[in-house]
């Protein structure tokens, strides 16, 4: 029998560990204050981001219905959380990383 030496860890162990990006909320030093929420990811093309989605109602008085209405944002996606299309994810508000990110996703509630 051959033994793999030192391939025992799991892929998220490992990015875990070799996690060294300053604007991680967990292995950073990137500071979650103010507003959350929870949302889908709409796109995972653009390197570390990711655009979230969410849908909300809103009361239209004339017709005394409720209407739908998105709110879409970009976020900050860190290579150790590496959110997919699809996923459901909770997302803190933070400093402005750059002109679009003011989020970043902070778990993965639900893996698509
Ligand atoms: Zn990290």
Not at 39 to 58: D, N
Request: aromatic share 6%; glycine share 4%.
């Amino acid at each position: 029998m051959k033994k793999m030496a030192g391939k025992k860890t799991t892929e998220d162990i490992e990015k875990q560990k070799t996690c060294d990006d300053r604007k991680c909320p967990h292995h950073g030093s990137l500071k979650l204050r103010g507003r959350e929420f929870i949302g889908t990811v709409l796109s995972s093309k653009a390197a570390k981001t990711v655009a979230v989605q969410w849908v909300r109602r809103v009361f239209v008085r004339k017709f005394e219905r409720y209407e739908k209405r998105r709110t879409k944002i970009m976020a900050y996606n860190p290579l150790c959380i590496d959110a997919k299309e699809g996923d459901s994810v909770l997302i803190k508000e933070t400093r402005p990383l750059s002109k679009t990110k003011k989020f970043c996703v902070v778990e993965v509630i639900n893996k698509k």
